[in-house]
């Protein structure tokens, strides 16, 4: 409690002359003014406070009744005083209530409302005498008439008041005695114990230490400190809990102490410190949970020592605030509603979180999922309950991964969010029960739930903020989700649609690259990559390198890794045909050395599987193969028809000329969509303009023959790995990558193709390689060497080309995601996708006229959604937060938008 008050000369009520005085006053805090009407509050408020923070009880009247002085509205006139106090309080604002506040239960009101939003209530007390409040009351026209006696009852409440403001529940309580006191204060905003936004770190977070203090020394070794100092100026931060269990609390105790007091640490008390300390001021607390041990410990040490001990518990703040609000470090974790604000039930949370009112078999509270729910911006860094294993969870970390019990011991670097542990020596204290995944964020989670996915959603994302699923959209995911996809566990991602370069202008073209280098220039890209498009389904490869290992990470015993769509149904109904790609890949990934370069055991790949025929047959045959058929059935007889009739002299040439054109225009839909069509499973096939570097006829043999043959998987980008998700990699070194990757593939299937013993063999390479160009968008000859390219690429039978920005996770100047990838089809493959007539001058005017941006918002939100579960996958994440996004993007699927662009 903090009283501050100054001698008076009480018979005349003003001060001996008054040096300046400080009032101290918390930055966030409900700062209550008490003092007679008169006594100058109202001018006391303008000359120290913003017009903003100041809530006037004669202004809220004024408000609901026109007249600042009708007492009659004063109930009315408080509701809204109270209710806007609440607002500012809520949002983090400091605020001042500028009323007479001399009657306890008008400030009691205050007290609760501070409390409600866990700021600190400070009350400043301007005491001045009753002829000073009378004088200027008359001065005032609108109180001119006020009767003495309403001072006078106004002073003898303040005097009563006096004795009991601590008591009441204000935090500090600064009395002003007489006008010159009041005219020498000057108010002092100071930051809260807990807000050390101006720490920018880099930290390292230390979890749940307990006693261990040769873990916590070996700990500290690997995380490069020396003597407790770190060379490149890092700074350790422990999340209590030093105490109780393990064998040597004051070794631990002595190292934190002394690396706080240097400078070099910051501390945050766990339970078992709070349990401590009140021991060592002598309260009567049990000695269970490992204290005795330490009690027994302490005995040891010199009476000093332990003196140090009790000041710095009793120092310690329940948690702090870092890294200009990104980073929030607390013992048991903390809703974002707590973050920064004080009060016993911030304390109590930050101490030991929130249980369910449970009890499990072992006796133990059943500690409620707070993480599960959180969605603030700060990350969360915590320990408390022990994990056999730690993860991110909704940005938030549980580091106590029971190093007491014979877990490890975990630090994390902060902002690197690299995780470092050390194992313990040997099991110091049995838990009470076994180390399970109770606290969320353990590599188990929970199982997906459907409350995780039903009604309307938003999902909070690192790159795009919230973006949000409605509750129709959410409907129709589920029902593809439950039936039609691979099993969940193997669904780590979806890649969001794509957006279509901008309308052409140019004669004959609806997409040309024109504009999808202008785009890209417009928003500051310099350097793009243009990437061949390859004309297949969109596929995602989940390749491991054993089964163990997905059954390690993914909890999936039995498979290798998965190949599915973009909306996650498996590409093949057959298991074993998957199979036999994913065991191609895993040869890549193991010549290209990536499975050690990453230090990882899977990867996850965006790719192309090729024929588009393997698996848009039916869309063949049905719509594409039909027009096809019906052109070739009707327009050679209606031509002959035509070339009889003006043989006969009949004047047709209009209608000719114009019936030879569309027998063109079809005959032209017909090769665009067989360019992209062929028989697979033929190993007497190879890829389509692949010449036989041997000269020898492929044919089947005894040997190499897997059922591929036809077959092509042009990966073009890695996207994650264990404990990394590489979407920010820029795309020229992803290309890099995966050129490494298709050469490996490439020397085993000519390894395979070797002749033997058994004859000669013929295996498919399976991975086609990605053609590329680099242009400047700033750069006319490169803009126009990119343009030559893709017209060079559709000109043979291309589909076209996605462009895209060198750098990942590219932004506009205004900090705004840009499109990853613009798409630009060339003439003939839209097609397809337009009609056989699409090119006439006719039809391209009416099809100009299409609208881009809804699929574009969503080619972004998709994108920032995708991007979100690579990194919950990268970090660890359960699964059903990893869900969350990938099912957002399956449901941002089923929005309305032209499904040709």
């Known amino acids: 409690m903090n009283v501050t008050d100054t001698d008076t000369d009480t018979d005349t009520g003003t001060a001996a002359p008054a040096a300046r005085r400080t009032l101290a006053v918390t930055d966030l805090s409900l700062v209550v003014l008490v003092g007679a009407t008169g006594s100058g509050k109202s001018t006391f408020a303008r000359r ?219 501390c945050v008390p766990g339970n078992h410190e709070n349990k401590l300390g009140r021991y060592l001021k002598g309260r ?35 948690h702090y605030v870092l890294d200009g609000g990104r980073l929030v470090v607390c013992h048991a974790g903390l809703p974002e509603k707590y973050h920064g604000r004080t009060s016993g039930r911030v304390r109590s949370h930050a101490l030991y979180g929130d249980t ?146 901008a309308t052409s202008r140019v004669e004959g073209y609806l997409e040309h690259p024109a504009e999808a280098f202008a785009s890209y220039r417009e928003a500051g890209v310099d350097r793009v990559v243009c990437e061949e498009k ?46 036999r790609i994913l065991e191609r890949l895993r040869h890549s990934v193991e010549g290209a050395g990536l499975w050690e370069e990453f230090g990882t055991d899977w990867l996850l790949l965006d790719a192309e599987l090729m024929p588009w025929s393997l698996k848009a047959g039916g869309l063949l045959r049905n719509q594409y193969a039909a027009v096809g058929a019906a052109s070739r059935a009707v327009f050679p007889g209606a031509l002959r028809a035509l070339e009889a009739a003006a043989g006969r002299g009949v004047d047709i040439s209009g209608l000719l000329g114009r019936q030879r054109e569309r027998a063109e225009d079809a005959a032209a839909f017909t090769e665009a969509y067989r360019r992209y ?48 998700s590489l979407a920010g990699l820029p795309h020229d070194e992803q290309l890099a990558l995966l050129d490494r990757l298709v050469a490996a593939e490439a020397a085993h299937a000519d390894a395979l193709n070797a002749p033997g013993d058994s004859g000669p063999g013929y295996v498919n390479r399976l991975l086609a390689p990605t053609r590329r160009l680099i242009v400047d968008t700033g750069d006319e000859a490169s803009v126009k060497a990119g343009i030559e390219w893709w017209l060079d690429l559709t000109g043979a039978g291309g589909e076209g080309m996605v462009v895209k920005p060198v750098g990942a996770l590219a932004r506009d100047g205004k900090d705004r995601l840009v499109q990853p990838g613009i798409k630009c089809r060339g003439r003939e493959y839209l097609r397809i996708i337009y009609g056989p007539e699409y090119t006439r001058p006719e039809n391209l005017a009416r099809l100009r006229d299409r609208h881009l941006g809804h699929k574009r918002s969503l080619a972004l939100r998709e994108y920032a959604l995708g991007l979100e579960a690579l990194d919950r996958l990268a970090e660890g994440e359960p699964l059903w937060r990893i869900h969350e996004a990938v099912f957002a993007v399956l449901a941002l699927e089923s929005e309305p938008v032209d499904p040709r662009l």
């Not at 204290?291 to 332990?306: C, H, I, K, N």
């Not at 838990?431 to 009604?455: F, I, K, N, S």
């Open 677 to 724: 069509c062929w028989p697979v499973g033929d190993p007497a096939r190879g890829w389509p303009g692949e010449a036989d570097a041997a000269g020898r006829e492929r044919v089947a043999g005894a040997r190499g023959t897997d059922g591929l043959d036809g077959i092509r998987l042009a990966p073009f980008q890695v996207l994650a790995v264990r404990g990394r």
């Open 356 to 501: 369910t009112g449970e009890t499990d078999e072992f006796g133990l509270p059943v500690r409620y999922p707070w993480a599960e729910d959180y969605r603030g911006r700060a990350a969360v860094v915590y320990g408390h309950t022990p994990v056999p294993s730690t993860s991110w969870i909704n940005n938030t970390i549980c580091l106590d991964t029971g190093a007491v019990f014979g877990g490890r011991m975990t630090a994390l670097r902060w902002p690197e969010r690299e995780l470092v542990d050390v194992p313990a020596e040997k099991v110091w204290y049995e838990p009470a029960r076994p180390l399970a995944t109770e606290a969320p964020g353990g590599h188990e989670g929970r199982p997906l739930d459907l409350a995780d996915v039903h009604g309307r959603r938003i999902v909070e994302t690192r790159h795009a903020g919230r973006i949000s699923v409605r509750e129709e959209n959410a409907a129709a995911a589920l029902e593809v989700m439950s039936r039609f996809a691979v099993d969940p566990r193997l669904l780590p991602y979806l890649p969001p649609t794509m957006a279509p370069t």
């Open 48 to 266: 120290h406070f913003k017009p903003t923070e100041v809530m006037s009880s004669d202004f809220c009247r004024g408000l609901v009744a026109d007249d600042e002085n009708d007492q009659s509205a004063s109930s009315d006139a408080f509701d809204v005083l109270h209710y806007i106090a609440g607002k500012r309080l809520a949002a983090g604002r400091l605020t001042v209530v500028d009323a007479t506040n001399v009657q306890s239960e008008s400030r009691k009101q205050l007290i609760r409302l501070a409390r409600e939003h866990d700021v600190l209530p400070i009350a400043i007390v301007l005491d001045v005498p009753e002829e000073v409040c009378a004088a200027r009351n008359a001065a005032r026209a609108d109180r001119a008439g006020m009767p003495r006696r309403v001072i006078q009852r106004h002073q003898r409440e303040l005097r009563r008041s006096l004795r009991h403001l601590e008591r009441e529940g204000f935090r500090k309580v600064h009395i002003l005695r007489g006008t010159e006191e009041i005219e020498a204060a000057e108010i002092v905003l100071e930051r809260r114990f807990n807000d050390l936004r101006h720490l920018t770190g880099p930290f390292d977070i230390i979890g749940d230490i307990h006693g261990c203090s040769s873990e916590l020394e070996t700990l500290l070794g690997k995380l490069g400190y020396v003597d407790g100092s770190h060379p490149e100026g890092r700074t350790a931060v422990f999340v209590g809990d030093l105490v109780d269990r393990g064998p040597d609390s004051p070794g631990v105790l002595r190292r934190v102490m002394g690396m706080v007091a240097s400078g070099n640490a910051l």
């Open 284 to 318: 009567k607390v049990q000695h269970t949970h490992g204290l005795a041990e330490t009690v027994e410990q302490l005995q040891g040490e010199s009476e000093e020592f332990r003196t140090q001990v009790r000041e710095f518990i009793d120092g310690l703040v329940s």
């Open 534 to 579: 390859h004309m297949g389904s969109r596929a995602v490869v989940l390749v491991c390198r054993d089964q163990a290992a997905a059954a390690e990470r993914f909890g999936v015993p039995g498979a290798t890794g998965a190949l599915y769509t973009r909306t996650g149904r498996p590409f093949f109904d057959d298991a074993t045909m998957t199979e």
